[in-house]
């Protein structure tokens, strides 16, 4: 594995050795910084009343949507009849 030599701001260096662990590479805060977040991490965040209410109206925008959708579909098909 090769490395690089970057140039950082001096304010961007002190943010990014704020973010250091003990024992850490810049090289491996990089790494952690930059990973994507797993869904995992966020299991358990909300309340089950608060997860419950945040479907029931996810699932009324998508049946929204698809009604909107359905209706548009029909409106071109009669056009084009």
Known sequence: MGTKTISLADDA???????KRENESFSDVVRRLT????LEEYYGALSDE??????AIVSRRRNERTSEQRERVERI?????
């Not at 260096?13 to 973010?19: D, K, T």
């Not at 990973?35 to 797993?38: D, E, Q, T, V, Y």
């Open 50 to 55: 608060t997860a419950d209410e945040l479907e």
């Open 77 to 81: 098909v009669d056009a084009l009849e």
């Open 35 to 38: 990973a994507g977040a797993s």
């Open 13 to 19: 260096y002190e943010r990014l050795r704020a973010e």
